[in-house]
């Protein structure tokens, strides 16, 4: 058994459409820092009247592979896929009582058909569930297409995109896409953050330039530790680390002189029960947030979410008042 | 404490420069069929005489901005940074006994001068150690650099890029770029793996052009779910599998009918010491493959990159031959 | 007036569904060894045949954002333009005797909802047409939405996106997506193009590692020479080349020992009347392909594509065969 | 000969290190509205004192890529490559009496050792001037490289990135990188454009969203108009709009209320001789401008990039002021 140590964070105030009111969250990690900073950020946040988190698109993905003569061959078959998508619902969704169908992505390419096909999968993370129900839907997809000879069929094709970051899931979601907002009161930034609104609107601003030279798939700072913490605490599947860390951050100025910050997921996913979620710890720490079981995965993305912006707020709040490396000191992390 | 279920793999024979003979691998994973899947792919190269290993690239970044009045400001700057770096290195090398600053990547924007530092870390990961020397090194330029009025300074500007995955890791590198190399005996595969060498080669080539689609930062299948496992049973920032997820995969069929295949991790970010890897059971893990301590990081980096490997062979194979959502099956993963 | 020379490449023999023969091509520029070069994997491609080419998708976008107090009223937002798409549709083609609103891909981000409006176009390229039809969904939408109040509009947000090279054109298209397939018996290219299939195979894949470690939009070699030829030549708006220079390049081997090869342009934007098509000597050279006015402009789509598989099998040769620079030196480019 | 109208927009005020006074600009195109929507531009320009504008990187590629048996043969060619760069570049430019090695980007991946060589070409583009000095540089290191075995070679591999848009022009230039800067009082934006300064700023950040969402290579709206009119109207290769369109648009409000706005061009590719702009219309083009011939290409580089702000100045007044279609309806564009 790895053992990791689990720090609480928070409360952290929440106005989420299924988290709402304060919750302390489980952050399992070896930095000592990382609490300590969550934590800051989560006072910032409570200070300000809390953070409201929105689900905007849920989806897990299994994306196929038909591979024929020509173009031809392969745009007729989308032609075929689509006029026969009812059937091809049923087909995938008799495999799960959870699994529901949502539409079908065709890409297509060279003479390649390639199907990205989207499901709802409950309060599981649902990997293994669409990965049975598509190879399902295309099995019959198989028996019954015969206008082209499919030369070649994969499961999976690198459209889905599972254990990567890709733009894929940027633009049209993996998992959970959650969004978190805050507006941060200008005397809460000053005084307990120690910095002024325009100094963080600035740094997020240089930032995403920075983003755009650097082709990173984030221009936010840090989502990844806060996801990945909190991935391991309640039994995540923590390598999903790679489509979740993604992020779109934007803030502003309100005309009020306070700050409008707020970071959208695109593809966080997470369960919550199945997979890790069962074990001992893991479980109690989804129970310390009433997080565990059926009908608790929205609670838990907007929570994680909010977590997240949480994060954002303290790390760019030390970078820019320029106290960041010595707030490593003091813990005194030896790397 | 978090808890983790660790299986062992292997034994998976190295021929690498710091990595050289057979290493079981400790896999801490809440996936029931993760290790059993990394293990076919071991044998499948133990098989063909062994996975080689090579570590091309090892620096660590930060990248602090500096902002001018005007672009010509921040040109002038970066020609006076290139003047001065000798000096620079000596500031920021003076901050540790480890950290060598090798080169600074200057990349020039609007009035913004965003300077990429890359360090030698030695046997850590190096995140902090190259925050403070850069810190160091930024606070001895602002003191000495006259001639434009710096108006703005952040330590952190997104090119790093700290816990993101980004084109800017993949193309100069962050941690250690490290390459997995094995040629698969034709008879190996069709009878081990029940795949023909040219099935491999083909998915490869299909799902290449799946991630150009889907603007993915890896265009092998999942060489983050090895990453994570080992991150998490020996103690690294397992936050970074942001970046150390990417990963680029190259097959071709050898003269003989057999099949070279190869995967390049442009940024794992890894450390032998330090951090989590001091904790009991990870310490234990890293010591099962001799990796604890000084001088073991690059040992270690090989031994993550031929397990990926193992685990894009395994993988590959049971979608090209078709029977990988069984496989899923019969370990009953509920999800 | 700018005067640019035009040579007349060809004739390319093409096997499509609206292109069907053979077809001289007036190619408009500046270098002298263009048209010989194109002209060189013309013979290939007759000699072997002719071109497949096959429209896969076709359409034309304009993307406005609107903004709202959170992202709750972002998501609604895009709820309420679903359930009223037929409406919406009848607005936008109003404006239109041609314009076909086909579907609308919205983009949640923050507080932001980005709709991609997706339209039919006839024979012109149509940027300026679904300009005014959006504009009139839009007004139509901002005089009828009332449950949230919209912040902010703005009728274009990048995500069109118009005159740059993007993911999304590659995904989603823009224009006409078309492919061009050839199969290059393996006598035509050893003899008279002196390279084998086997090394052209290779250096593509090892151009699209390239690609993948440059993050370029096109992993063939140079789409854009043909195209902006062409495009000069008839008239369209040579700007669109960010958008059309996009590719996808695809090879193998078959089991004859030929080379199959084609590429994807999923982004090429043109039209067979309107704008400058109209103009004397751009007129002239459409109608020598019989590519002007109302249904041409796929035909017009089809032979563009067969001309850059043409380029791309004509460098990809003489990189092969090393002869590359001096090809260029004999035409006396002092360049 | 194709002919393309040419309209002449300006003058435009340039406070730049090659390029100082007044300028009139030929621009060719077939859009009615296109240099009408400049000059609005260029008038907000001048009225507000001028653009300013830098080159801060001129360099043009060639990236060959060598092959090995293994990952470790190209590393340690790299290595060898290093230790001989003098010799390599004396090679080089042995070809030429203009180019000069400035350095060499290795990237390694997989058992691929790919070189993109860095030179300046003087007032040429210069990429068949870099083409035979890599060439020749090519043939040395095939000549002297003992070590191990180059089991391949090509001259190119996609990561020069010509004729492509793609990360690395972004991050490390190709051509000249220029930048354009201009502070807009608020009563000449108010007044002459009919729009706040805030509403630009505005439009600015959603629109970086939305590309970020797109994954495209420019946040601004259109440089690619500008740059292909010019590039017509002055003989430059127009395909290599490919590159040129990439742009990275940045905006602030200043203390006094009033707007800076710039973009950064990163790749834009010209000349001054050579080529295309020996052609009458195109020299007189450029001799209009006070640009043809030896010592001018920096100074066209100038106004270029001076052109290309005046055009996002425009656009994105008219999208903030929401007339933009109506713009395009009086021209009677029958797009």
């Not at 003479?111 to 669409?130: E, P």
């Not at 019954?144 to 599972?162: G, P, R």
């Not at 059926?294 to 909010?306: D, F, P, Q, Y």
Request: net charge neutral; with cysteine.
């Amino acid at each position: 058994m790895a053992q990791i140590p689990i720090g609480i964070a928070g409360p952290l105030k929440i106005n989420g459409e299924h988290a709402q009111g304060e919750f302390v969250v489980p952050m399992a990690t070896t930095e000592g820092t990382l609490v300590a900073s969550y934590n800051r950020g989560m006072k910032a946040i409570n200070l300000s009247g809390g953070v409201k988190t929105t689900i905007v698109r849920d989806a897990m993905q299994r994306a196929p592979v038909f591979i024929f003569e020509d173009a031809r061959g392969a745009r007729n078959f989308v032609d075929w896929v689509k006029e026969n998508f009812r059937t091809i619902a049923e087909e995938a969704e008799a495999t799960s009582s959870v699994a529901r169908l949502q539409y079908i992505d065709p890409y297509l390419s060279n003479k390649f058909a390639y199907l990205r096909f989207n499901f709802s999968t409950g309060d599981a993370a649902g990997q293994n569930m669409v990965g049975r129900a598509t190879f399902a839907a295309c099995g019959w997809i198989l028996d019954n297409y015969k206008d082209h000879k499919v030369e070649q069929f994969y499961l999976e094709s690198n459209l889905a995109t599972d254990k990567k970051a890709s733009q894929v899931n940027i633009m049209r979601t993996r998992g959970k896409r959650v969004t978190a907002e805050a507006v941060l009161k200008r005397d809460v930034l000053t005084q307990f953050m120690r910095v002024e609104p325009e100094k963080l609107q600035y740094h997020a601003q240089v930032a995403s330039i920075g983003s755009i030279l650097s082709g990173a798939n984030n221009n936010g700072l840090h989502s990844a530790n806060g996801i990945t913490a909190m991935f391991i605490a309640t039994g995540q599947d923590v390598a999903n680390v790679s489509e979740s860390s993604a992020g779109i951050l934007y803030t502003e100025i309100t005309a009020e002189g306070d700050l409008y910050i707020s970071i959208t997921i695109p593809s966080l996913i997470i369960a919550s029960y199945g997979g890790g979620t069962g074990l001992a710890t893991q479980r109690e720490c989804l129970e310390l947030m009433d997080c565990y079981g059926k009908g608790k995965v929205k609670k838990l993305a907007e929570i994680i979410a909010g977590v997240v912006l949480a994060g954002e707020i303290s790390l760019a709040s030390a970078i820019s008042s320029s106290d960041w490396v010595s707030s490593h000191e003091q813990y005194g992390r030896n790397r």
